[in-house]
């Protein structure tokens, strides 16, 4: 009774080509490369595969173009023919990236037509290329739908990129702004969002984003963003609190920091509070009084619907 029927067992190879033209077409070039065909299954799923690369989505970033040779070579007799196929650009290399971006900026829009994802590892890039952020993603904005910044100094350039993203008001439907270091606290006490928005005379930071990812420098921006009405549409929001991290790894020892700031029940206007697409909250950083005051305060609490709510507090 328990036995597997044989005969209602399907393996990969038995699968009719329409589905394999369908399924590969959720990969991209390299991807191809390095699963499908790398694998060598069999000679008919190498040969769809091979026949797939002349139509999926095109990515350019170090695994593609890993020369300074090849990147001119690329650009100078590929790119034509290959631009309206690039979905996905990451900078994740100094000099390719630099000269990627000075093409493009003098190209304009019809550089790369289609793109759909930008990822950047702010690291790994000049600041050329992160002066030029928001030129870069505005002539990409009809077809642009995510926005990837990784930070692991972020006290160099986190609050300077933060900045112009919404000095532009850059509003995608993605975007994610991730620090990688967790180990210490990157507060920086020359940005502050409020006093940012505060000069800038507007708080519609992020009105067309649905799943956002921040680094805030405390706790009342959080609840400022919240009540000014900022994330109209946002349902995914991640937010990471970086005055609030709780320990600092100073070898041998770990060492207990205090936050500076916390927030009190005159800071939350219930009544104001606009986040009427929220369905994911994840807050990391944040202490168990802050907790309580922004869930059993019902400051994120809109009635008949769900919330699903994620929190990493390393202090009470």
Not at 205 to 213: A, G, S
Request: glycine share 2%.
């Amino acid at each position: 009774m328990n036995r597997i029927d044989e005969r209602r067992t399907t393996c990969l190879e038995d699968l009719p080509n329409e589905l394999w033209v369908e399924l590969f077409t959720f990969f991209t070039c390299f991807q191809l490369k390095s699963t499908w065909i790398q694998w060598q299954l069999n000679g008919r799923i190498i040969a769809l595969a091979r026949e797939a690369l002349n139509r999926v989505a095109f990515e350019i970033s170090s695994n593609t173009v890993t020369t300074y040779g090849e990147c001119f070579d690329y650009f100078e007799h590929q790119h034509s023919r290959m631009a309206h196929r690039i979905k996905s650009l990451v900078f994740d290399e100094w000099v390719i990236s630099c000269e990627l971006t000075s093409r493009w900026l003098k190209s304009g829009s019809s550089f790369l037509p289609h793109l759909r994802q930008l990822i950047v590892f702010t690291d790994f890039t000049s600041q050329y290329v992160l002066s030029n952020i928001t030129s870069l993603i505005l002539l990409s904005a009809s077809s642009l739908r995510r926005l990837v910044l990784v930070f692991n100094l972020p006290h160099t350039n986190y609050g300077a990129v933060l900045s112009q993203l919404v000095t532009h008001r850059i509003s995608l439907h993605t975007m994610e702004l991730i620090i990688e270091n967790e180990i210490q606290s990157f507060y920086n006490p020359d940005f502050d969002l409020n006093t940012l928005c505060t000069r800038l005379n507007h708080w519609s930071i992020f009105p067309r984003t649905i799943r956002l990812r921040l680094s805030l420098q405390h706790i009342f921006e959080l609840a400022l963003l919240v009540q000014s009405d900022a994330l109209p549409r946002v349902q995914d929001l991640h937010i990471t609190l970086e005055d609030k991290v709780g320990y600092l790894f100073d070898w041998p020892i770990h060492r207990k920091i205090s936050p500076s700031f916390t927030l009190c029940p005159n800071d939350l206007r219930p009544s104001q509070a606009d986040l009427p697409e929220l369905r994911t909250l994840h807050l990391q950083n944040i202490s168990m009084n802050d907790v309580l005051l922004l869930t059993l305060g019902r400051f994120l609490w809109v009635q008949q619907r769900s919330l699903h709510l994620f929190y990493l507090f390393l202090y009470q």
